[in-house]
């Protein structure tokens, strides 16, 4: 059974860090792109981090850039999401999902339709 399971959300206050991670089960992380995703309220589900198979250097939107750090971990089957400087316009649901991308960009890219795995999400609350 495929599954992703993120933990690590909560609520934090501007300019504040938070850590989130997500273990795999039931596939190698390794060979497959994995993403970090989130959502706002009312809003439509937004790239925030992204890594694909064949690559080492993680894209980051620029929203997030100089201030995500995305790391994968093949040992552990985990991928986290180190964030810092938060901000309130940060807070969402946070999801991580992978899909098999034979090491192009395309699932990074196109992720609606790439990423095949996703986990339950897990909300960041950025507030005073």
């Known amino acids: 059974q495929l599954q992703l399971v993120e933990s690590g959300g909560g609520l934090v206050q501007p300019g504040g860090s938070l850590r989130l991670s997500c273990v795999a089960s039931?596939?190698?992380?390794?060979?497959?792109?994995i993403g970090w995703f989130r959502q706002a309220p009312g809003k439509e589900r937004e790239r925030v981090s992204c890594?694909?198979?064949?690559?080492?250097?993680?894209y980051y939107s620029d929203s997030v850039k100089d201030r995500f750090t995305m790391s994968r971990n093949n040992a552990n089957n985990t991928v986290s999401l180190q964030m810092n400087r938060l901000k309130p316009e940060d807070t969402g649901v946070y999801y991580c999902?992978?899909?098999?991308?034979?090491?192009?960009?395309?699932?990074?890219?196109?992720?609606?339709?790439?990423?095949?795995?996703w986990g339950k999400g897990i909300l960041v609350t950025v507030s005073s």
């Open positions: 999902a992978a899909g098999l991308d034979m090491g192009g960009d395309l699932v990074c890219y196109d992720f609606k339709n790439g990423m095949k795995y």
């Open positions: 039931g596939f190698t992380l390794e060979y497959y792109a």
């Open positions: 890594l694909s198979s064949g690559h080492d250097n993680v």
